[in-house]
Protein backbone atom coordinates (compact mmCIF):
# COMPACT_ATOMS: atom_id res chain seq x y z
CA UNK A 1 0.00 0.00 0.00
CA UNK A 2 2.42 2.44 1.07
CA UNK A 3 5.03 1.29 -2.27
CA UNK A 4 1.95 2.41 -3.93
CA UNK A 5 0.98 5.63 -2.82
CA UNK A 6 4.68 5.96 -2.96
CA UNK A 7 5.27 5.24 -6.85
CA UNK A 8 1.77 7.13 -7.43
CA UNK A 9 3.17 10.23 -5.81
CA UNK A 10 6.91 9.51 -7.32
CA UNK A 11 5.21 9.00 -11.45
CA UNK A 12 2.44 11.10 -10.83
CA UNK A 13 4.01 14.44 -12.89
CA UNK A 14 6.08 12.44 -15.30
CA UNK A 15 3.70 10.25 -16.82
CA UNK A 16 1.65 13.28 -18.26
CA UNK A 17 3.68 14.31 -20.98
CA UNK A 18 7.22 12.63 -20.78
CA UNK A 19 8.14 10.98 -23.82
CA UNK A 20 8.76 7.09 -23.11
CA UNK A 21 10.59 4.39 -24.09
CA UNK A 22 8.65 2.91 -27.43
CA UNK A 23 7.51 6.38 -28.14
CA UNK A 24 7.95 8.27 -31.67
CA UNK A 25 9.50 11.31 -31.24
CA UNK A 26 7.11 13.77 -32.78
CA UNK A 27 7.46 15.38 -36.25
CA UNK A 28 8.51 18.80 -35.50
CA UNK A 29 11.44 17.80 -33.26
CA UNK A 30 12.99 14.94 -36.03
CA UNK A 31 13.17 17.79 -38.24
CA UNK A 32 15.45 19.62 -35.70
CA UNK A 33 17.61 16.84 -34.60
CA UNK A 34 17.83 15.48 -38.33
CA UNK A 35 18.74 12.33 -37.59
CA UNK A 36 20.14 9.10 -40.01
CA UNK A 37 18.06 6.35 -40.88
CA UNK A 38 18.65 3.07 -39.06
CA UNK A 39 21.57 4.02 -36.98
CA UNK A 40 21.47 4.36 -33.20
CA UNK A 41 21.97 7.55 -31.72
CA UNK A 42 22.69 8.61 -28.02
CA UNK A 43 21.05 12.32 -27.19
CA UNK A 44 22.33 13.62 -23.75
CA UNK A 45 20.23 16.12 -22.06
CA UNK A 46 22.75 18.83 -20.28
CA UNK A 47 22.88 22.12 -18.69
CA UNK A 48 26.76 23.97 -17.95
CA UNK A 49 25.42 24.31 -14.13
CA UNK A 50 24.55 20.87 -13.48
CA UNK A 51 27.90 19.14 -11.96
CA UNK A 52 26.98 15.46 -12.83
CA UNK A 53 26.44 16.75 -16.38
CA UNK A 54 29.95 17.99 -16.53
CA UNK A 55 31.52 14.77 -14.77
CA UNK A 56 29.44 12.83 -17.18
CA UNK A 57 30.27 14.68 -20.38
CA UNK A 58 33.98 13.93 -20.12
CA UNK A 59 32.95 10.40 -20.98
CA UNK A 60 30.51 11.19 -23.21
CA UNK A 61 33.01 12.88 -25.27
CA UNK A 62 34.78 9.82 -25.16
CA UNK A 63 32.36 7.16 -26.44
CA UNK A 64 32.00 9.51 -29.07
CA UNK A 65 35.97 9.86 -30.10
CA UNK A 66 35.91 5.65 -30.29
CA UNK A 67 33.29 5.89 -32.69
CA UNK A 68 30.99 3.87 -30.28
CA UNK A 69 28.04 5.76 -31.66
CA UNK A 70 26.11 8.96 -32.84
CA UNK A 71 26.41 11.49 -29.56
CA UNK A 72 24.48 14.26 -30.17
CA UNK A 73 24.41 16.92 -27.48
CA UNK A 74 21.47 19.23 -26.09
CA UNK A 75 22.22 22.04 -23.96
CA UNK A 76 19.51 23.31 -21.88
CA UNK A 77 21.49 26.66 -20.78
CA UNK A 78 18.93 30.05 -20.42
CA UNK A 79 21.50 31.88 -22.11
CA UNK A 80 23.36 30.12 -25.70
CA UNK A 81 26.75 31.76 -24.68
CA UNK A 82 26.89 29.99 -21.42
CA UNK A 83 25.94 26.78 -23.16
CA UNK A 84 28.68 27.83 -25.69
CA UNK A 85 31.42 28.52 -23.19
CA UNK A 86 30.99 25.33 -21.29
CA UNK A 87 31.06 23.15 -24.44
CA UNK A 88 34.21 24.88 -25.38
CA UNK A 89 35.94 24.43 -21.97
CA UNK A 90 35.05 20.58 -21.84
CA UNK A 91 36.42 19.84 -25.35
CA UNK A 92 33.17 18.76 -26.69
CA UNK A 93 33.79 17.07 -30.02
CA UNK A 94 30.08 16.14 -30.68
CA UNK A 95 26.93 17.70 -32.66
CA UNK A 96 25.46 19.93 -29.68
CA UNK A 97 22.04 21.29 -30.78
CA UNK A 98 21.28 25.23 -27.77
CA UNK A 99 17.59 24.19 -26.70
CA UNK A 100 17.19 27.64 -25.91
CA UNK A 101 13.56 27.32 -26.56
CA UNK A 102 13.26 24.46 -24.45
CA UNK A 103 11.27 22.98 -27.05
CA UNK A 104 13.05 19.66 -27.33
CA UNK A 105 13.77 19.11 -23.83
CA UNK A 106 10.21 19.99 -22.56
CA UNK A 107 9.40 17.37 -25.87
CA UNK A 108 11.27 14.76 -24.05
CA UNK A 109 10.44 15.91 -20.39
CA UNK A 110 13.32 14.02 -18.58
CA UNK A 111 12.17 13.55 -14.83
CA UNK A 112 16.71 13.55 -14.00
CA UNK A 113 19.37 15.45 -15.21
CA UNK A 114 21.61 14.39 -17.03
CA UNK A 115 19.60 12.67 -18.96
CA UNK A 116 20.50 9.96 -22.15
CA UNK A 117 17.82 8.63 -24.44
CA UNK A 118 18.68 6.09 -27.18
CA UNK A 119 16.80 6.25 -30.39
CA UNK A 120 16.63 4.73 -33.54
CA UNK A 121 14.57 5.30 -35.92
CA UNK A 122 13.13 8.63 -34.12
CA UNK A 123 11.40 5.76 -31.73
CA UNK A 124 12.67 5.82 -28.34
CA UNK A 125 14.65 2.33 -27.39
CA UNK A 126 16.19 3.26 -23.58
CA UNK A 127 16.76 6.05 -21.07
CA UNK A 128 19.14 7.18 -18.01
CA UNK A 129 18.05 9.57 -15.64
CA UNK A 130 20.73 11.15 -13.22
CA UNK A 131 24.50 10.19 -13.10
CA UNK A 132 25.73 6.91 -13.72
CA UNK A 133 29.46 5.47 -12.56
CA UNK A 134 31.63 5.01 -15.91
CA UNK A 135 28.81 6.32 -18.33
CA UNK A 136 31.07 4.86 -20.95
CA UNK A 137 30.92 1.76 -20.07
CA UNK A 138 27.43 1.92 -20.01
CA UNK A 139 26.92 3.17 -23.38
CA UNK A 140 28.75 1.08 -25.09
CA UNK A 141 26.96 -2.34 -23.20
CA UNK A 142 23.84 -0.50 -23.98
CA UNK A 143 24.86 -0.19 -27.63
CA UNK A 144 26.17 -3.79 -27.80
CA UNK A 145 22.65 -4.91 -26.62
CA UNK A 146 20.89 -2.80 -28.98
CA UNK A 147 22.66 -3.81 -32.15
CA UNK B 1 4.17 24.09 21.54
CA UNK B 2 5.12 20.89 20.02
CA UNK B 3 1.56 20.19 18.62
CA UNK B 4 1.49 23.83 17.39
CA UNK B 5 4.76 23.13 15.16
CA UNK B 6 3.29 20.28 13.79
CA UNK B 7 0.33 21.89 12.92
CA UNK B 8 2.28 24.57 11.40
CA UNK B 9 4.32 22.22 9.61
CA UNK B 10 1.64 20.26 7.96
CA UNK B 11 -0.34 23.13 6.79
CA UNK B 12 2.94 24.21 5.33
CA UNK B 13 2.80 20.62 3.28
CA UNK B 14 -0.53 21.17 2.15
CA UNK B 15 -0.30 24.91 1.47
CA UNK B 16 3.42 24.10 -1.03
CA UNK B 17 1.18 21.61 -2.63
CA UNK B 18 -1.40 24.08 -4.11
CA UNK B 19 0.61 27.30 -3.79
CA UNK B 20 4.27 26.10 -5.90
CA UNK B 21 4.47 25.39 -9.74
CA UNK B 22 6.29 22.14 -10.62
CA UNK B 23 9.75 23.01 -11.18
CA UNK B 24 11.31 20.50 -13.72
CA UNK B 25 14.87 18.97 -13.70
CA UNK B 26 15.88 21.51 -16.45
CA UNK B 27 14.81 24.53 -14.94
CA UNK B 28 17.04 24.39 -11.62
CA UNK B 29 20.01 26.83 -12.92
CA UNK B 30 19.17 29.22 -10.37
CA UNK B 31 18.58 26.68 -7.70
CA UNK B 32 21.93 24.85 -8.29
CA UNK B 33 23.83 28.02 -7.87
CA UNK B 34 26.13 28.23 -5.00
CA UNK B 35 24.45 31.59 -3.83
CA UNK B 36 21.49 29.47 -3.90
CA UNK B 37 22.54 27.33 -0.89
CA UNK B 38 21.33 26.81 2.41
CA UNK B 39 24.52 26.30 4.05
CA UNK B 40 26.11 28.94 2.48
CA UNK B 41 29.01 30.12 0.72
CA UNK B 42 31.00 29.36 3.96
CA UNK B 43 30.28 26.49 5.88
CA UNK B 44 33.19 25.94 7.78
CA UNK B 45 32.87 29.53 9.21
CA UNK B 46 29.24 28.71 10.15
CA UNK B 47 29.97 25.52 12.23
CA UNK B 48 32.48 28.14 13.88
CA UNK B 49 29.67 30.49 14.05
CA UNK B 50 27.51 27.77 15.74
CA UNK B 51 30.25 26.93 18.38
CA UNK B 52 30.87 30.79 19.45
CA UNK B 53 26.30 30.76 19.90
CA UNK B 54 26.50 27.81 21.56
CA UNK B 55 29.03 28.91 24.23
CA UNK B 56 27.46 32.85 24.47
CA UNK B 57 23.57 32.14 24.30
CA UNK B 58 21.41 29.61 25.95
CA UNK B 59 19.10 28.67 22.80
CA UNK B 60 20.46 25.54 20.74
CA UNK B 61 19.27 23.25 17.91
CA UNK B 62 18.36 23.49 14.76
CA UNK B 63 21.14 23.31 12.62
CA UNK B 64 20.73 19.77 12.26
CA UNK B 65 21.33 16.85 13.90
CA UNK B 66 25.14 16.28 13.00
CA UNK B 67 28.08 18.17 15.37
CA UNK B 68 28.55 17.59 18.87
CA UNK B 69 28.77 20.09 22.25
CA UNK B 70 31.89 22.18 23.72
CA UNK B 71 32.94 23.04 27.32
CA UNK B 72 33.28 26.48 26.01
CA UNK B 73 33.38 28.17 28.92
CA UNK C 1 12.05 -8.63 -29.18
CA UNK C 2 15.75 -6.34 -28.24
CA UNK C 3 13.05 -3.88 -27.76
CA UNK C 4 10.90 -5.56 -25.34
CA UNK C 5 14.14 -6.46 -23.63
CA UNK C 6 14.79 -2.05 -23.16
CA UNK C 7 10.94 -1.41 -21.91
CA UNK C 8 12.00 -3.90 -18.87
CA UNK C 9 15.13 -2.36 -18.63
CA UNK C 10 14.20 1.24 -18.66
CA UNK C 11 11.57 0.57 -16.15
CA UNK C 12 14.22 -0.45 -14.00
CA UNK C 13 16.45 2.75 -14.80
CA UNK C 14 14.01 5.10 -14.25
CA UNK C 15 13.12 4.17 -10.81
CA UNK C 16 17.24 3.29 -10.36
CA UNK C 17 18.33 6.88 -11.53
CA UNK C 18 16.49 10.11 -10.94
CA UNK C 19 18.04 13.53 -11.17
CA UNK C 20 21.09 14.36 -9.39
CA UNK C 21 20.87 18.06 -9.85
CA UNK C 22 17.20 18.17 -8.79
CA UNK C 23 18.73 18.00 -5.32
CA UNK C 24 20.05 21.02 -3.25
CA UNK C 25 21.76 18.61 -0.62
CA UNK C 26 23.69 17.47 -3.57
CA UNK C 27 26.05 20.20 -4.91
CA UNK C 28 28.52 17.53 -4.13
CA UNK C 29 32.03 18.27 -5.26
CA UNK C 30 35.58 17.04 -4.76
CA UNK C 31 37.45 19.53 -1.79
CA UNK C 32 40.05 20.40 0.45
CA UNK C 33 39.58 23.86 2.21
CA UNK C 34 41.65 24.83 5.06
CA UNK C 35 40.28 28.23 7.35
CA UNK C 36 42.06 30.05 9.75
CA UNK C 37 39.81 31.94 12.24
CA UNK C 38 40.37 34.63 14.98
CA UNK C 39 38.24 35.19 17.35
CA UNK C 40 38.48 37.93 20.32
CA UNK C 41 36.04 39.49 22.74
CA UNK C 42 36.69 42.95 24.56
CA UNK C 43 38.50 43.51 28.17
CA UNK C 44 40.41 40.36 26.36
CA UNK C 45 38.36 38.35 27.71
CA UNK C 46 38.94 35.32 25.11
CA UNK C 47 40.72 35.00 22.43
CA UNK C 48 40.42 31.91 20.20
CA UNK C 49 42.53 31.26 16.73
CA UNK C 50 41.38 28.14 15.07
CA UNK C 51 42.67 26.24 11.91
CA UNK C 52 40.66 24.18 10.24
CA UNK C 53 41.19 21.87 7.72
CA UNK C 54 38.10 20.36 5.55
CA UNK C 55 37.70 17.65 3.07
CA UNK C 56 35.21 16.02 0.76
CA UNK C 57 35.06 12.97 -1.49
CA UNK C 58 32.76 11.58 -3.80
CA UNK C 59 33.21 7.82 -3.91
CA UNK C 60 30.92 7.32 -6.86
CA UNK C 61 27.56 8.48 -7.05
CA UNK C 62 25.99 6.87 -4.22
CA UNK C 63 28.76 7.89 -1.37
CA UNK C 64 30.00 11.28 -0.46
CA UNK C 65 32.04 11.46 2.52
CA UNK C 66 33.28 14.62 4.23
CA UNK C 67 35.22 15.23 7.16
CA UNK C 68 37.17 17.98 9.23
CA UNK C 69 39.26 18.57 11.74
CA UNK C 70 40.14 21.75 14.16
CA UNK C 71 42.68 23.15 16.75
CA UNK C 72 41.37 25.73 19.18
CA UNK C 73 43.99 27.39 21.29
CA UNK C 74 41.61 29.64 23.65
CA UNK C 75 43.21 31.61 25.79
CA UNK C 76 41.59 34.55 28.30
CA UNK C 77 39.23 34.64 30.80
CA UNK C 78 35.39 33.97 32.17
CA UNK C 79 33.59 36.04 34.38
CA UNK C 80 32.08 35.14 37.63
CA UNK C 81 31.64 36.07 41.33
CA UNK C 82 35.30 35.94 43.10
CA UNK C 83 36.84 37.29 46.17
CA UNK C 84 37.62 41.37 45.98
CA UNK C 85 40.96 41.50 47.02
CA UNK C 86 40.90 45.09 46.91
CA UNK C 87 38.95 45.06 49.87
CA UNK C 88 41.45 42.82 51.21
CA UNK C 89 39.64 39.41 51.24
CA UNK C 90 42.24 36.67 50.28
CA UNK C 91 40.83 33.29 47.85
CA UNK C 92 38.33 31.27 49.50
CA UNK C 93 38.24 34.19 52.52
CA UNK C 94 34.40 33.90 52.81
CA UNK C 95 34.63 37.19 55.27
CA UNK C 96 35.48 40.19 52.11
CA UNK C 97 33.66 41.22 49.78
CA UNK C 98 33.07 39.93 45.70
CA UNK C 99 33.42 41.01 42.59
CA UNK C 100 31.67 40.13 39.28
CA UNK C 101 35.81 39.55 37.36
CA UNK C 102 37.34 37.49 35.07
CA UNK C 103 38.69 34.07 35.57
CA UNK C 104 41.81 33.44 33.75
CA UNK C 105 42.41 30.43 31.83
CA UNK C 106 44.12 28.86 28.74
CA UNK C 107 42.56 25.80 26.73
CA UNK C 108 43.47 23.39 23.22
CA UNK C 109 40.62 21.84 21.59
CA UNK C 110 40.53 19.81 18.96
CA UNK C 111 37.46 18.57 17.28
CA UNK C 112 37.09 16.01 14.81
CA UNK C 113 33.89 15.50 12.41
CA UNK C 114 33.15 12.61 9.81
CA UNK C 115 29.81 12.61 7.84
CA UNK C 116 28.97 9.90 5.40
CA UNK C 117 26.47 10.26 2.46
CA UNK C 118 24.61 7.47 1.45
CA UNK C 119 22.24 7.82 -2.01
CA UNK C 120 19.57 5.22 -2.43
CA UNK C 121 18.72 3.74 -5.78
CA UNK C 122 15.44 6.33 -5.50
CA UNK C 123 18.00 8.99 -4.78
CA UNK C 124 16.87 9.24 -1.01
CA UNK C 125 20.15 10.35 1.41
CA UNK C 126 20.95 8.74 4.09
CA UNK C 127 23.67 10.95 6.60
CA UNK C 128 25.53 9.32 9.14
CA UNK C 129 28.39 11.26 11.49
CA UNK C 130 30.51 11.24 14.03
CA UNK C 131 31.78 13.76 16.24
CA UNK C 132 34.37 14.20 18.78
CA UNK C 133 35.49 17.04 20.92
CA UNK C 134 38.75 17.05 23.04
CA UNK C 135 39.53 19.67 25.46
CA UNK C 136 41.71 19.52 29.04
CA UNK C 137 38.43 19.48 31.32
CA UNK C 138 36.08 18.17 28.23
CA UNK C 139 35.33 15.19 26.02
CA UNK C 140 32.68 15.50 23.88
CA UNK C 141 31.14 12.62 21.43
CA UNK C 142 28.17 12.87 18.97
CA UNK C 143 26.72 10.28 16.38
CA UNK C 144 24.23 11.06 14.62
CA UNK C 145 21.80 9.61 11.43
CA UNK C 146 19.57 11.83 9.14
CA UNK C 147 17.07 10.46 6.45
CA UNK C 148 16.22 12.58 3.62
CA UNK C 149 13.16 11.23 1.42
CA UNK C 150 11.96 13.23 -2.03
CA UNK C 151 8.23 13.09 -2.29
CA UNK C 152 8.05 13.37 -6.34
CA UNK C 153 9.81 12.75 -9.20
CA UNK C 154 11.22 16.32 -10.06
CA UNK C 155 12.89 16.27 -6.38
CA UNK C 156 10.97 19.64 -5.33
CA UNK C 157 10.05 18.33 -2.31
CA UNK C 158 12.12 16.39 0.67
CA UNK C 159 10.99 15.12 4.26
CA UNK C 160 13.73 14.78 6.58
CA UNK C 161 14.20 12.84 10.20
CA UNK C 162 17.18 12.92 12.26
CA UNK C 163 18.18 11.80 15.60
CA UNK C 164 21.88 12.27 17.41
CA UNK C 165 23.63 10.95 20.65
CA UNK C 166 26.37 12.95 22.26
CA UNK C 167 27.69 11.67 25.81
CA UNK C 168 30.28 14.06 27.43
CA UNK C 169 32.65 13.97 30.50
CA UNK C 170 33.39 16.88 31.96
CA UNK C 171 35.83 17.93 34.93
CA UNK C 172 33.89 20.50 37.84
CA UNK C 173 36.24 21.99 40.05
CA UNK C 174 34.92 22.01 43.94
CA UNK C 175 35.31 25.76 44.79
CA UNK C 176 33.98 24.62 48.31
CA UNK C 177 37.24 22.55 49.13
CA UNK C 178 40.76 24.38 49.87
CA UNK C 179 42.42 21.79 47.24
CA UNK C 180 40.14 22.49 44.36
CA UNK C 181 39.71 18.74 43.83
CA UNK C 182 38.08 18.38 40.37
CA UNK C 183 35.51 14.86 40.18
CA UNK C 184 34.80 13.42 36.67
CA UNK C 185 31.17 14.04 35.73
CA UNK C 186 28.89 12.79 32.52
CA UNK C 187 26.04 14.36 30.46
CA UNK C 188 24.52 12.84 27.50
CA UNK C 189 22.05 14.74 25.51
CA UNK C 190 19.65 13.34 22.58
CA UNK C 191 18.42 15.47 19.62
CA UNK C 192 15.57 14.58 17.24
CA UNK C 193 14.40 16.61 14.27
CA UNK C 194 12.27 16.76 11.54
CA UNK C 195 11.43 18.56 8.76
CA UNK C 196 10.29 19.70 5.27
CA UNK C 197 11.76 21.05 2.13
CA UNK C 198 10.15 22.79 -0.88
CA UNK C 199 11.10 24.36 -4.16
CA UNK C 200 8.09 27.30 -4.44
CA UNK C 201 9.30 28.34 -8.05
CA UNK C 202 12.89 28.08 -10.24
CA UNK C 203 14.43 30.57 -7.57
CA UNK C 204 13.28 30.06 -4.46
CA UNK C 205 12.74 26.86 -1.65
CA UNK C 206 11.15 27.27 1.87
CA UNK C 207 12.22 24.65 4.44
CA UNK C 208 10.65 24.19 8.12
CA UNK C 209 12.16 21.88 10.63
CA UNK C 210 10.98 21.17 14.31
CA UNK C 211 13.42 20.15 16.78
CA UNK C 212 13.82 18.38 20.10
CA UNK C 213 16.91 18.00 22.73
CA UNK C 214 17.12 16.09 25.89
CA UNK C 215 19.77 16.84 27.85
CA UNK C 216 20.50 14.85 31.07
CA UNK C 217 23.30 14.90 33.76
CA UNK C 218 25.88 17.43 34.68
CA UNK C 219 24.53 20.70 32.72
CA UNK C 220 26.71 22.99 35.55
CA UNK C 221 29.34 25.17 34.25
CA UNK C 222 32.14 23.99 36.44
CA UNK C 223 33.76 27.39 36.27
CA UNK C 224 31.06 30.05 37.50
CA UNK C 225 30.45 30.93 40.84
CA UNK C 226 27.34 31.90 43.12
CA UNK C 227 27.01 34.21 46.03
CA UNK C 228 25.11 33.07 48.68
CA UNK C 229 23.80 34.35 51.56
CA UNK C 230 25.65 37.95 51.67
CA UNK C 231 26.12 39.94 54.40
CA UNK C 232 25.13 37.28 56.45
CA UNK C 233 27.18 34.87 58.69
CA UNK C 234 26.76 32.33 56.76
CA UNK C 235 28.48 34.09 53.65
CA UNK C 236 29.96 31.85 51.16
CA UNK C 237 31.26 31.67 47.02
CA UNK C 238 30.26 28.37 45.88
CA UNK C 239 30.05 26.81 42.70
CA UNK C 240 26.77 27.29 40.52
CA UNK C 241 24.16 24.11 39.89
CA UNK C 242 21.80 23.93 37.43
CA UNK C 243 19.09 20.90 37.55
CA UNK C 244 20.41 17.69 36.10
CA UNK C 245 17.35 17.72 32.96
CA UNK C 246 16.80 19.86 30.50
CA UNK C 247 14.11 19.52 27.80
CA UNK C 248 13.83 22.16 25.01
CA UNK C 249 11.99 22.35 21.58
CA UNK C 250 12.19 24.68 18.62
CA UNK C 251 11.38 25.47 15.38
CA UNK C 252 12.70 26.97 12.05
CA UNK C 253 12.04 28.32 9.14
CA UNK C 254 14.22 28.91 6.50
CA UNK C 255 13.44 30.65 2.92
CA UNK C 256 15.88 31.39 0.45
CA UNK C 257 15.15 33.09 -2.91
CA UNK C 258 16.86 35.03 -5.43
CA UNK C 259 16.56 38.90 -6.40
CA UNK C 260 18.01 38.78 -9.63
CA UNK C 261 20.37 36.98 -11.72
CA UNK C 262 23.15 37.68 -9.21
CA UNK C 263 21.76 38.57 -6.01
CA UNK C 264 20.34 36.24 -3.33
CA UNK C 265 18.71 36.38 -0.11
CA UNK C 266 18.52 34.14 2.79
CA UNK C 267 16.23 34.32 5.89
CA UNK C 268 16.54 32.12 8.73
CA UNK C 269 14.13 32.36 11.66
CA UNK C 270 14.35 30.25 14.63
CA UNK C 271 12.27 29.60 17.72
CA UNK C 272 13.56 28.17 20.95
CA UNK C 273 11.99 26.96 24.55
CA UNK C 274 13.14 25.09 27.53
CA UNK C 275 12.18 23.75 31.11
CA UNK C 276 14.90 25.51 32.42
CA UNK C 277 12.18 29.08 31.63
CA UNK C 278 14.12 30.18 28.67
CA UNK C 279 12.77 31.16 25.30
CA UNK C 280 14.72 32.47 22.47
CA UNK C 281 14.09 34.09 18.76
CA UNK C 282 16.91 34.06 16.37
CA UNK C 283 16.26 36.32 12.56
CA UNK C 284 19.09 35.65 10.64
CA UNK C 285 19.13 37.19 7.02
CA UNK C 286 22.10 36.81 4.55
CA UNK C 287 22.80 38.53 1.12
CA UNK C 288 24.94 37.39 -1.64
CA UNK C 289 25.88 39.16 -4.99
CA UNK C 290 27.72 37.69 -7.68
CA UNK C 291 29.82 40.64 -8.69
CA UNK C 292 31.47 39.31 -11.10
CA UNK C 293 32.38 36.00 -12.43
CA UNK C 294 35.60 35.78 -10.14
CA UNK C 295 34.36 37.88 -7.23
CA UNK C 296 31.03 37.33 -4.63
CA UNK C 297 29.85 39.39 -1.85
CA UNK C 298 28.27 38.87 1.46
CA UNK C 299 26.72 40.43 4.12
CA UNK C 300 24.91 39.32 6.80
CA UNK C 301 22.93 40.42 10.23
CA UNK C 302 21.57 38.34 12.58
CA UNK C 303 19.67 39.16 15.80
CA UNK C 304 18.95 37.26 19.19
CA UNK C 305 17.37 37.43 22.13
CA UNK C 306 16.51 35.34 25.09
CA UNK C 307 14.64 35.28 28.64
CA UNK C 308 16.36 34.36 31.34
CA UNK C 309 16.63 31.12 33.52
CA UNK C 310 14.19 30.58 36.42
CA UNK C 311 17.39 29.96 39.10
CA UNK C 312 19.48 33.21 37.36
CA UNK C 313 20.31 35.81 39.51
CA UNK C 314 23.30 37.74 38.46
CA UNK C 315 23.34 39.61 42.19
CA UNK C 316 26.13 38.70 44.50
CA UNK C 317 22.59 39.34 47.55
CA UNK C 318 20.14 37.46 45.98
CA UNK C 319 20.71 33.77 46.18
CA UNK C 320 20.22 32.07 50.11
CA UNK C 321 20.02 28.56 50.13
CA UNK C 322 18.13 27.74 47.20
CA UNK C 323 19.17 24.03 44.85
CA UNK C 324 19.15 25.72 41.72
CA UNK C 325 21.05 29.02 41.17
CA UNK C 326 23.44 30.61 38.78
CA UNK C 327 24.86 33.46 38.11
CA UNK C 328 26.59 32.93 34.64
CA UNK C 329 25.81 35.46 32.10
CA UNK C 330 24.68 33.40 29.26
CA UNK C 331 21.49 32.24 31.42
CA UNK C 332 20.56 35.95 31.38
CA UNK C 333 17.99 38.09 29.96
CA UNK C 334 19.66 39.69 26.88
CA UNK C 335 20.21 39.85 23.08
CA UNK C 336 22.82 40.21 20.47
CA UNK C 337 23.56 41.35 17.57
CA UNK C 338 26.01 40.05 14.51
CA UNK C 339 26.80 41.99 11.61
CA UNK C 340 28.90 40.34 9.07
CA UNK C 341 30.66 40.66 5.70
CA UNK C 342 32.64 38.47 3.26
CA UNK C 343 34.64 38.61 0.27
CA UNK C 344 34.91 35.32 -2.03
CA UNK C 345 37.43 35.33 -4.72
CA UNK C 346 37.74 32.93 -7.50
CA UNK C 347 40.83 32.67 -9.14
CA UNK C 348 39.84 29.43 -11.65
CA UNK C 349 37.56 26.28 -11.39
CA UNK C 350 40.10 24.82 -8.55
CA UNK C 351 41.00 27.63 -6.76
CA UNK C 352 39.34 30.11 -4.83
CA UNK C 353 39.79 31.85 -1.39
CA UNK C 354 37.12 33.89 0.82
CA UNK C 355 37.99 36.50 3.23
CA UNK C 356 35.00 37.36 6.10
CA UNK C 357 34.50 39.83 9.02
CA UNK C 358 32.27 39.50 11.85
CA UNK C 359 31.03 41.67 14.72
CA UNK C 360 29.28 40.39 17.53
CA UNK C 361 27.86 42.67 20.31
CA UNK C 362 25.33 41.28 23.83
CA UNK C 363 23.49 43.91 25.74
CA UNK C 364 25.28 42.11 28.84
CA UNK C 365 28.32 43.81 27.49
CA UNK C 366 30.04 41.32 25.32
CA UNK C 367 31.38 42.33 22.27
CA UNK C 368 33.47 40.20 20.37
CA UNK C 369 35.17 40.32 16.76
CA UNK C 370 35.94 37.42 14.27
CA UNK C 371 37.86 37.76 11.28
CA UNK C 372 38.29 34.49 8.73
CA UNK C 373 40.47 33.64 5.52
CA UNK C 374 40.23 30.71 3.84
CA UNK C 375 41.39 28.55 0.69
CA UNK C 376 39.53 25.97 -1.08
CA UNK C 377 40.84 23.36 -3.99
CA UNK C 378 38.36 21.63 -6.08
CA UNK C 379 39.35 18.68 -7.75
Redesign the interface.
Known amino acids: MFKKTLSALLFSSLTLMALETGETIPKDIQTQLNMEEDKVYVLNFFASWCKACKKELALVNKVHNEKITNIIGINVDKKKEEGEAFVQELELQFPVIYDEEKALVETFSPIGFPAVYYVKNNKVLHTIFGAVDNIDEQIASDIKEIK | MLKLTILALSALLFMGCSMTKEVKPWEKGNLAKPIMQFEGLHPLVAKFDAHVYFSKEAARGGNGVAGGGCGCN | M??K???N??SI??VA??????S?A????NYV?V?Y?Q?DENNNRVSVS?P?L?ASYDI???YTIKG?I?LDA?SGA?PTWQPDTTSGASQRDNSGDYEYKNQDFDEQ?T?A?L?LTTRFD??DEL?T?I???R?T??Y???V???YLHY???????SINI???Y?F?E?LSYDYDTASGASTRETSS?I??????S??????S?????????SDDGYLT????LVVKNYNTANQVLTNENRPEERM?????L?Y?T?LND???Y?ANY?F???D?G?N?H?LDN?V?Y?LTKKV?L?AGLRY?T?TE?DFYNGSKDYFTNEEFASSDE??SDFD?L?YRA?V?FKQNDKLSY?L?A?F?S?STG?D?T?F?T?IKYKF
Not at chain 3, 151 to 157: E, L
Not at chain 3, 191 to 196: D, P, R, T
Not at chain 3, 221 to 224: G, K, L, M, R
Not at chain 3, 248 to 252: C, E, L, P, S, W
Open positions: QLKYNLNSKAIAIIAQLYAEAELYATSGTNDVVTRASMNRNGDISEDYGNTSAETDASHNRGASSNISNVQAGIQVLTDSVIKAEAFAINPHAAYGATKILDISKRYTDWMATDYQTGYQARLATSDNGQYQLAMTG
